[in-house]
């Protein structure tokens, strides 16, 4: 069950609501009356509906406020939490350090989630809040979708805020977005030079998936990932943009066999795409390059890859 426990907020109530539509969780909310009770009514009604958990979203502050204060204390009292977590933005800097010692002074913290880590702050503020609050940081937000949270792990934080990449992260979003059956028979056809146009539209849709590409290059190791992020990330999806657009815009005969693809061909996919013939010429271009660094790939066994890592 989840709990509206914060009526000062525009829409919080009902964002709220929304978020429990969306993830099929009851909502307990009443604006006329006030938080504590709000909040033992519910636990109440908790309990006898017979819910494992109840999480209650309180009301927050840029700035310490003693009236917010003495509100948390008295929800504490009706309902002692086993769990307090204070949601912190990661892009507000130090002043986030003011915040995390208020809270802690007049209510009990057991962790902290930091938001807003798919930005440019590479987590100074984590560091900077684990070590004057002594509370440890339990999650973290890298967006505003539903999936966009993990559980922290500080060698994956510090590789992140050394530029070191984070392999695990991408490993495992990489698992959450690609289908391993599909991703499989696509790397034997690879290996085999069977790859095809239809494969590759298949494979920019399941990147896709994983997130931003921003954040995704950022989760790259090395010098592959210093030259990604030399790239402007809006380039690449606007590029991933036209090339779906010109592939769905081919037949499936002309995705399989690209060797079809004569001049009259690519004015048609081009006036079907919106795009210009020479975008046709230039993506059947980097696919035969793809091709030819998939066969160069089946001759040495797949020795020749370790490059592209060092």
Same mark, same amino acid.
């Given at each position: ?12 109530? &009902? ?13 307990? /909310? ?15 009604? /908790? ?10 979203? &309180? ?24 769990? &307090? ?24 913290? &057991? ?43 500080? /060698? ?113 996919? /081009? ?40």
């Amino acid at each position: 069950m989840l709990v509206a426990g914060d009526p000062y907020r525009p829409a919080a109530v &009902t964002q709220l609501q929304q978020l429990g539509d969306r993830i099929d969780v009851p909502v307990e /909310a009443d604006l006329n009356v006030k938080p504590p009770e709000l909040v033992r009514r519910a636990f109440d009604k /908790a309990e006898k509906g017979g819910y494992g958990i109840m999480i209650v979203d &309180t009301a927050g502050r840029s700035q310490l406020d003693a009236e917010l204060m003495n509100e948390l204390k008295a929800i504490v009292e009706k309902v002692p939490p086993v769990e &307090t977590m204070l949601v912190v933005d990661s892009m507000i800097g130090q002043e986030a350090l003011n915040i995390a010692q208020g809270f802690r002074d007049n209510v009990s913290i &057991t962790g902290l989630m930091m938001t807003k880590m798919d930005g440019d702050s590479r987590g100074g503020a984590a560091i900077s809040i684990r070590s004057v609050t002594g509370v440890p940081i339990k999650f973290l937000g890298t967006g505003e979708k539903l999936d966009a949270l993990e559980v922290f792990d500080p /060698a994956r934080m510090s590789s992140r805020i050394l530029g070191m990449g984070d392999m695990i992260g991408l490993i495992e979003k990489a698992e959450a977005a690609f289908d391993e059956q599909m991703s499989q028979q696509t790397a034997d056809r690879m290996m085999k030079g069977q790859f095809t146009l239809e494969d590759w539209l298949d494979q920019m849709k399941q990147m896709k998936k994983m997130g931003p590409l921003a954040q995704i290059m950022d989760m790259l190791p090395g010098q592959l990932g210093q030259a990604a992020r030399q790239v402007d990330p809006k380039e690449i999806e606007k590029t991933f943009k036209e090339s779906e657009a010109i592939i769905n815009s081919m037949t499936r005969h002309e995705r399989r066999n690209p060797d079809i693809l004569n001049a009259s061909r690519r004015r048609r996919i /081009a006036a079907g795409s919106g795009m210009e013939v020479q975008a046709v010429n230039r993506l059947v271009k980097q696919f035969r390059e793809t091709q030819k660094l998939m066969k160069m790939m089946q001759k040495t066994d797949g020795k020749g890859l370790g490059k592209l890592f060092r």
